[in-house]
């Protein structure tokens, strides 16, 4: 069983930055894949980025391509989202979600937290 919770969200101008943190309860964080995901206003949950249990393995949507970068910390048991030059699209709150299969799909992820908002304003 692992439980994770989401931080960091908050309201900002555009082309800021915020690092969001997920952090995961229980001794087993090390052999998840963990992946943020994103749900803004009136539109489906859409992924953003994952990491592999390893850390070696990163991988990002198109819209957050070079802008975004995943972390993790097994050590803490964490995993980060750091989010540069933010426009008012990546407004969405923000899911951490934890599974044992590297994949885009939300579905196959086990775990989530509750999420953290997000809101970019121009």
């Known amino acids: 069983q692992v439980q994770v919770a989401e931080s960091g969200g908050g309201s900002v101008q555009a082309g800021d930055s915020l690092r969001l943190s997920c952090t995961a309860s229980g001794r087993t964080f090390s052999l998840y894949h963990m992946a943020w995901f994103r749900q803004a206003p009136g539109k489906e949950r859409e992924f953003v980025t994952y990491i592999t249990a390893s850390g070696t393995i990163r991988y990002y949507a198109d819209p957050v391509k070079g802008r975004f970068t995943i972390s993790r910390d097994n050590a803490k048991n964490t995993v980060y989202l750091q989010m540069n030059s933010l426009k008012p699209e990546d407004t969405a709150v923000y899911y951490c979600?934890?599974?044992?299969?590297?994949?885009?799909?939300?579905?196959?992820?086990?775990?989530w937290g509750q999420g953290t908002q997000v809101t970019v304003s121009s």
């Open positions: 979600a934890a599974g044992r299969v590297v994949t885009m799909t939300a579905n196959e992820y086990i775990y």
